[in-house]
């Protein structure tokens, strides 16, 4: 999915090691996502 500038990214849901975060829960806040396989697994 391809999202151009100025468009609202889509809401979400994700884990990390603080817990469940939507992307909704950060609007107004600067938001960097980055996404890295785990460790052993093919990227």
């Not at 999202?3 to 849901?13: E, H, K, N, R």
């Not at 884990?15 to 093919?42: C, M, W, Y």
């Amino acid at each position: 999915m391809a999202l151009q500038p100025g468009i609202p990214a889509p809401d979400f849901t994700l884990q990390s090691q603080l817990g469940e975060i939507k992307l909704s829960d950060l609007r107004g806040k600067n938001v960097v996502i980055g996404f890295h396989p785990a460790s052993f697994t093919g990227g």
